[in-house]
């Protein structure tokens, strides 16, 4: 037998309609909140990055890395070498790949020179020939030890912070060497010792020494 239930009153299809505006009406609220926080933390994200920026960053981006053996390195001959920033990232490719050159000018003995022209930093050649460094920009010449002969660099080649440890030729590496950063780690000979702090305790060249229209080491 069909039984069919009876409508509902009046009162039940209105408790019931109530029951759904609510239910619709909840969920476009809590949508819209989510939407809202979702734009938030996206706007704040970088603002918040820019404002802790000098809280978080490093000081010094530089660290010892190895470049070779030492004793690969002949006595009086500079070498070209290439070696990875320890700061750049896997994606980063061969845009990390930094050259430098190491003169050994005795066993034990190195001066690690970064390519970059101290003018305004396009790459030097060393011409074992010659026994110079020249930098293809706009003529600058230095000796073989990284002082400046001639042209418009107004001091030697820079250079980095190196060591020999357990048979390793090490520098310390990532930030350029420059005047900045690298300045004045070996005084000028006969100066005497710098009241500044060692990273920026000489900015000028050193007194000449040689002949007229060179310097002594600039090398900083
Ligand atoms: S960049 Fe080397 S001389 Fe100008």
Redesign the pocket.
Known sequence: MDEKLPPPSPEEQERRLEHERVTRRTFLMNVGIALNVLVTVALATPVVGYLLGPVMRRKDYREWITIGNAADFKPGETTLITYRNPFSDPWDGDTAKIPAYVRCSEPGNFTVFAIN?A????P?RWFSESQLFM?P????IYYADGSRAS???ERGLFTYEQKVQDGKLMIKAGQLPTLRNRAGAAPCPGAAPPKAPALVARIESCPSTKGPGTSTSTIG
Do not use: K, S, T
């Not at 920009?137 to 600058?140: D, E, F, I, L, R």
């Open positions: 022209c003018h305004l930093g396009c030097v930098c920009c706009h003529g600058g042209g418009p660099p």
